[in-house]
Structure formats: C-alpha cells, structure tokens
C-alpha cells in the first residue's frame, strides 16, 4: 500500500512538472509578418506546437504562403515556406522554461534548410510572458550559405486561451555568394493556447 501510495504521487508530480506554470507549448498562432532589407515587404503566417501527451516533447510548424519578399532593391511575390520539427523544454522554475528545436524548412527559392533553435520563455504575473532566443539555419549547402539569428518576443495574455504576440528577429542573412533578402523581421499576432 505504502509502494502504490509513493508511485502514485509520483506519477502525479511528473504530470504536474510536464508543464511551467502559465507557460504552453500547446498554441495555434496567425501572425502578420514584416520583412524589412534593402526594401520591405509583408505576408501573414499560420504557425502551432503541439505538446505529446504529459512529456516535455512538442511538434510544431509553421506555413507562409506565397506572397511578397524584399529581394535586393525590389520584391517577389512568389515566395512561399512551410516548416515542420519538434523541440523539447525543460522547466527552469515555476515560470521559466528554457527549449530547443530542430525544423526542416521547405520554401520555393531554396528547395530545403534545417534550422535549430534554443530559447527562453518567462510567465510574469498574470498577463505577460517574455522570451528570446538563437537560431541557426543552413540551407542545404546552396548560394544562400548559412544564417545566425537572435530573436525577442513578448505575449500579452487577455485569459487563459487568447493572447497578442509581439516579436522580432535579427540575423545576418548574407553569404559570401548570395543575399537572403532580409535581415530584419517584425510580427504581430494573435494566439490561441489549449
């Protein structure tokens, strides 16, 4: 009895540490997207991440579609991307998870990249959560070479389930060969969380 007693507390911390307080990895997020290099351009994006089951591992993905995209000192209206990966957090505390993940890019100009992120998020108060992070991408070994990018965000949580996400993202996205088209990117969002 004593043994069935211990497990069973057990099990419920390890369910209840799955997740940090006021943090989820369980969201579906619409996005107006900036891009800003030598020109500007704007597109929306629809983006999620799924937790499995009570574990600290998480699909998630994202889909842009074709639209406009600053290109030298012009724009295109034909690019499109899609990405999809997993991640995994660890709880830092009641209300800070620290994360990784690794996707796999799909767009029209590049055919394929892999990008790995690691980041912070921090539940403060009811209503806000903060976050920022390093990502790497390398395109497959073609003209538009390899990108390190920092990235800051902040959510601003009217309940449980809806919440606006301010963020952006800076990197150096030329190569030796080619430009990337932009260096900047600003986004404004809406996001669901379950």
């Known amino acids: 009895m004593k043994n069935t007693t211990l497990l069973a507390l057990a099990l419920a911390a390890a369910g209840a540490s799955a997740h940090a307080a006021d943090i989820s990895y369980d969201y579906a ?21 799924a937790t499995l ?15 406009d995209i600053p290109h030298y000192s012009h724009t295109h209206d034909d690019f499109g991307m899609t990405s999809f990966g997993g991640g995994y957090f660890w709880n830092l505390g009641e209300n800070t998870t620290l994360h990784t993940q690794l996707t796999a890019n799909h767009n029209d100009w590049t055919d394929s990249a892999i990008r790995f992120d690691a980041g912070v998020r921090h539940a403060y108060g009811d209503n806000w959560e ?22 800051a965000n902040a ?7 809806w919440g606006v996400v301010l963020a952006a993202e800076f990197g150096d996205f ?8 932009f260096d900047k990117a600003y986004t404004v969002g809406v996001r669901a969380s379950f």
């Open 29 to 49: 997020q619409l996005d107006y997207l900036r891009m800003k290099g030598d020109e500007s351009a704007n597109n929306v994006r629809l983006s999620g991440s």
């Open 155 to 161: 959510q601003y949580k009217f309940n449980d389930t």
């Open 174 to 181: 030329t190569d030796d060969n080619y430009d990337l088209t």
């Open 53 to 67: 089951g009570d574990s600290h591992f998480y699909l998630t993905g994202s889909y842009l579609p074709k639209g």
């Open 130 to 151: 903060f976050g920022g992070g390093i990502g790497y991408i390398d395109h497959d070994g073609n003209d538009y070479g390899k990108q390190l990018l920092f990235n």
